[in-house]
């Protein structure tokens, strides 16, 4: 009897891998948690979506400090020449914050509201900073001395905001649809009413005005608009030179928009006017062309489920505002929660992606010197300072990626996953992972510690890790889930390094269709 050959046993592969990019998409607060695309997150605070890569965001450090009372204004001088100067209005007083540290003392004092609007003019005689307030007597500043706004036919204690067009300075009046111009290249001095009354069908007040560039698609080519914003929502647009001739000077149109945020609605982007409204945050140029039932135009199109929350619940707080960070390709949208807990919806310009901060508590904002600054508690802050720890304190970053069936829809049992990260330190990572579309975080906070650094004359070259280098960390880690659809959702915490995250590998078993 001829013994057969002993057949090896094959056995099939039970486990597979999977990779999925690190959500540059940004936060979707908008579309069904079901069918969101990979690249997107449910949940991303204090991440900022990058082109190609998840970063933890930047830190923040004080700058000024002593100011006594909570920040509300920052205001800044850019003359042609010379020296650019920021001030902050906190309480009744003004202070130069121009240079870092305790603040000394202040150029203004006896102010009733530290709420101020303000532009740079310029004229025959060099640049002013002119600001209004609605309350106290508006003020300039020459790059020297400080003066109030000397008006005559109005007065400037009842302006509550300030813009310049076609080489004037126009105002509004508080609590009226009252505009008021002053004359060519003049920073006081005779002030003519403008009225608005007969423009708006739903009346009330104006809160805001703002220029408007658009490209008129013929031989003139770029064309300012001044606009009037209402509390109503209404906005009335103005194109020409000379108000006092209606040859000149005429009116485009009237639209409705979403009710105002309040008074700073408004920020010049390049040539377009961006508005924040009930509906969200959106250009003039496509608001306008478009109706308020169409929210895909809105810039905040994406995160419309948490826009419309936070305009609703938070719309008669102080603290709504815009803010542009050029060199991060950053839009800020300062959202008003509390005095002292506000929070900011953050897009990347260039993708259009969105996050979440958290831990910064700004009542406003400014760019001096192309870096951006808010106002907290007594303080002036440098936020996304280079730095990666809030004056001290860890960031703690959370995200809840998309959920995905990462290649089948069978059962599927998770048991290991590795997070690809680019770091200089060593960061705390908390690791969870919710399936089926729970969206239970992680419990606690990540801990971590500092790596040891090599020291110079000890450290052993291409050994030690020195302050400067950067390490891709990508360690596999335990993950426990079983379901059909799963996400990876984990935190940060980092103190004094940066943390950049490309992609996640998953180590998996698929089981039936049951």
């Not at 606690?444 to 050994?463: A, N």
């Amino acid at each position: 009897m001829v013994r057969r050959a002993v057949q090896p046993v094959v056995k099939q592969q039970v486990s597979r891998t999977t990779s999925i990019p690190a959500p540059t998409g940004g936060w979707n607060a908008r579309d069904n948690i079901a069918s969101m695309e990979p690249q997107d997150a449910v949940i991303m605070q204090n991440f900022f979506p990058a082109t190609t890569s998840v970063q933890l965001r930047q830190g923040s450090t004080n700058w000024a400090t002593g100011l006594g009372n909570q920040v509300n204004s920052l205001m800044v001088y850019n003359p042609t020449l010379g020296t650019s100067k920021m001030f902050a209005a906190a309480g009744g007083n003004v202070y130069d914050v121009t240079a870092q540290g305790p603040v000394g003392a202040p150029v203004l004092t006896s102010q009733t509201s530290d709420k101020w609007q303000y532009i740079n003019f310029a004229n025959a005689g060099g640049v002013h900073l002119l600001m209004v307030n609605g309350s106290d007597s508006g003020q300039k500043y020459d790059g020297t001395t400080w003066s109030a706004m000397a008006l005559t036919g109005a007065s400037s204690a009842d302006m509550i905001h300030i813009d310049r067009y076609a080489n004037r300075v126009w105002m509004i009046q508080k609590q009226s649809l009252s505009a008021w111009y002053l004359a060519v290249g003049a920073i006081q001095g005779a002030a003519t009413l403008f009225d608005l009354t007969p423009v708006f069908n739903r009346g009330s007040y104006l809160v805001a005005l703002g220029v408007w560039t658009v490209d008129a698609g013929d031989s003139s080519g770029m064309t300012d608009y001044l606009c009037f914003v209402t509390n109503q929502g209404e906005v009335a647009i103005y194109q020409g030179t000379d108000p006092s001739q209606a040859t000149t000077f005429s009116k485009k149109g009237v639209w409705r928009l979403g009710a105002p945020m309040a008074t700073r609605c408004l920020m010049k982007y390049g040539g377009d006017l961006l508005y924040i409204g009930r509906d969200g945050l959106a250009p003039f140029t496509k608001a306008l062309a478009s109706s308020r039932v169409n929210t895909q135009v809105n810039l905040t199109g994406k995160i419309d489920g948490a826009i419309n929350v936070a305009t609703n619940t938070y719309a008669g707080l102080f603290g709504w505002q815009i803010a542009f960070l050029p060199d991060n390709n950053m839009l800020i949208l300062n959202i008003p929660v509390s005095v002292g807990n506000q929070e900011q919806y953050v897009m990347n310009t260039i993708t259009g992606a969105w996050c979440r901060f958290t831990g910064w508590a700004a009542n406003c904002w400014d760019l001096f010197n192309e870096q951006i600054y808010f106002g907290g508690n007594g303080t002036v802050v440098k936020a996304w300072d280079g730095s990666f720890d809030d004056n001290g304190s860890s960031i703690i970053g959370e995200c809840l990626q998309a959920f995905s069936y990462m290649g089948s829809s069978q059962l599927k049992q998770w048991v290991m996953a590795r997070p690809i990260i680019q770091t200089n330190g060593a960061p705390g990572i908390q690791m969870g992972f919710n399936v089926d579309y729970d969206t239970t975080p992680p419990v606690g906070t990540p801990g971590f510690s500092q790596p040891t650094y090599g020291i110079w004359d000890s450290g052993l070259w291409d050994v030690a890790l020195w302050g400067t280098d950067s390490l891709v960390r990508k360690d596999w880690q335990y993950i426990s889930g079983v379901g059909y659809a799963g996400a990876l959702h984990f935190r940060i915490g980092a103190l004094d390094c940066s943390v950049n995250w490309a992609s996640t590998d998953f180590l998996m078993r698929d089981g039936g269709v049951l």
